[in-house]
């Protein structure tokens, strides 16, 4: 558990520029929650893409767009390298001469790159980092895993704030990156998809679509918060709303008999399997 000083580390980032290589889905959802916080300036972040056309309206809001790494690297202090997994390598290599680590720390978003590979692109002692954040840092609600390299310890919580800028931040080992990477990251499709099912489930009932997507929204929200806020086991919570021969049991006992857990627990050990 790494314990964070707020005040000084979102101090010390106000000095830090950030760059982000490779502004596709996760890296503009990154960009978005950062734009949003009124505790790092804009102005200090680049953000790189093959075609700009893309990104450039972020520039509307003081950030700089480019398609030139290098130079994106030579104006910055923290770089996330965000581009495809079979990327990060060359793109690794391609900067790799203008990175200096008494300067510099790298994060990687890659699944399947490891710490070691990356180190192996990288000049020796640069603080690099591994991070799996997902694309709610949209609106400032991704939870982030992430992990460093030894000569990046040092630095993790100041790249941890950065993570909650978007966020909440969680430091694990890096033999658990795959594993959060399924919950965390490949999670929120599984959670849309769900939330999917309960909004059709409630128009074949009689809801219309736009009143079954809001009870369905905040309903899930809800439930979420109840265990953030009281860090209570979900069957807790289920035991309050499930009264003997009520149609919540009857429901959940239905969605059991057809393998609702088993199917959901099977999707994950199937993902993490994929990327291991």
Known sequence: MHVIDYKNNIMDLKNKKVCIIGCGNLGKSILNGLVDDTTYPSENIIATKRSVDAIKSYETHGIRVTTDNVWAV????????????????????????????????????????NLDQLQEALPENL?????????????KQSVTSICSNP??????????????????????????MEAA????????????????????????????SKTATAMVNQTVKGAAELLIERKMHPEFEIDKVTTPKGCTILGLNEMEHNGFSSSLIKGIVTS???IS
């Open 272 to 274: 993490f399997e994929k």
């Open 151 to 176: 000569a990046g310890e040092s630095n993790l919580s100041l790249v941890m704030e950065l993570f909650n800028r978007i966020g909440t931040t969680i430091s694990i080992n890096e033999e658990l």
């Open 74 to 113: 030579g104006e910055s202090d923290l770089i996330i390298v965000a581009v495809k997994p079979y990327k990060v390598l060359s793109v690794m290599n391609d900067i790799k001469e203008h990175l200096n680590p008494e300067k510099h720390q790298v994060v990687s978003l890659a699944t399947n790159v």
């Open 181 to 208: 990477t399924v919950l965390g990251a490949c999670g929120t499709a599984y959670v849309l998809r769900f939330i999917r099912a309960m909004v059709q489930g409630g128009i074949q009932i009689g809801l219309d």
């Open 127 to 139: 603080p690099t980092y591994r991070a799996m954040p997902n694309t709610a840092a949209d609106v």
